[in-house]
């Protein structure tokens, strides 16, 4: 069974600083998709960023960017010039590429990594 | 817009009561799950369906039921089985194309006095 895991249960960033937020994932197959979502205080899950495991470049959106190293299984988030409003709970997600009978466009999650934006 | 609407925001039971999260959705998605979220748990499947009229048990499903009779509709029913149903609910749909990304729905959270 794939399993997510996020190191770091809580994080803290000085605002327009640079913090980085772990994961790594067990898997047996090759090809993929990992996510990460953002859940602010509202609770709304929003996703950040997503990386196809067939693609070598690390996936970029704005501020956030992904460090994705396919041979240690590691899929870490970068966010640049952190601003309050990324104060977040932010969570690691991995999905099997292939479609067999449904079960494997299940999404499983880390625990989460709760970020703190200090101004 | 399009989007995922669930409520109650938030419900309140007492024990040995079932109670009905209802979750709908207009962004035409075949897929639909359920997923439950626990102070460091992270979230956790308990039910999805891939089309109308079918669904499958996720990881967490007892205690949990569902029906999925619309595309639109995808009600949760947490019954007196479910040993610690207080939590926060989450429902979602998920992109029928492309790399399917989820969508999620603002939450229910169930207190169970």
């Known amino acids: 069974a794939q399993t997510v895991t996020q190191s770091q249960p809580e994080m803290s960033v000085q605002e327009a600083e640079t913090v980085t937020l772990s994961c790594t994932y067990d898997t047996s197959e090759s090809d993929y998709y990992l996510f990460w979502y953002k859940q602010p205080p509202s609770r709304q899950m929003i996703l950040v960023i997503r990386q196809e495991a067939y693609k070598q470049q690390n996936a970029t959106e704005n501020r956030f960017s992904v460090n994705f190293q396919k041979a240690a299984k590691s899929f870490s988030l970068k966010i640049s010039d952190s601003q309050l409003g990324d104060a977040a709970m932010y969570f690691c997600?991995?999905?099997?590429?292939?479609?067999?009978?449904?079960?494997?466009?299940?999404?499983?999650f880390g625990k989460g990594t709760l970020l703190t934006v200090n101004p | 817009d399009g989007g995922i609407t669930q409520s109650p925001k938030y419900l309140f039971r007492k024990e040995g009561q079932n109670v009905t999260l209802s979750c709908e959705q207009n962004?035409?998605?075949?897929?639909m799950y359920w997923y439950r979220q626990d102070p460091g748990q992270g979230l956790r499947l308990i039910y999805y369906?891939?089309?109308?009229?079918?669904?499958q048990k996720g990881d967490i499903a007892e205690g949990y039921s569902v029906s999925r009779e619309k595309k639109e509709s995808f009600p949760l029913t947490v019954t007196s089985a479910q040993k610690n149903p207080t939590a926060f609910y989450l429902c979602?749909?998920?992109?029928?194309?492309?790399?399917?990304?989820?969508?999620f729905g603002a939450g229910s959270r169930l207190t169970v006095l």
């Open positions: 979602a749909s998920r992109e029928d194309s492309g790399a399917n990304v989820l969508t």
């Open positions: 962004l035409n998605h075949d897929a």
């Open positions: 997600a991995y999905r099997a590429f292939f479609y067999s009978g449904g079960s494997n466009y299940k999404l499983t």
């Open positions: 369906s891939q089309i109308v009229n079918d669904f």
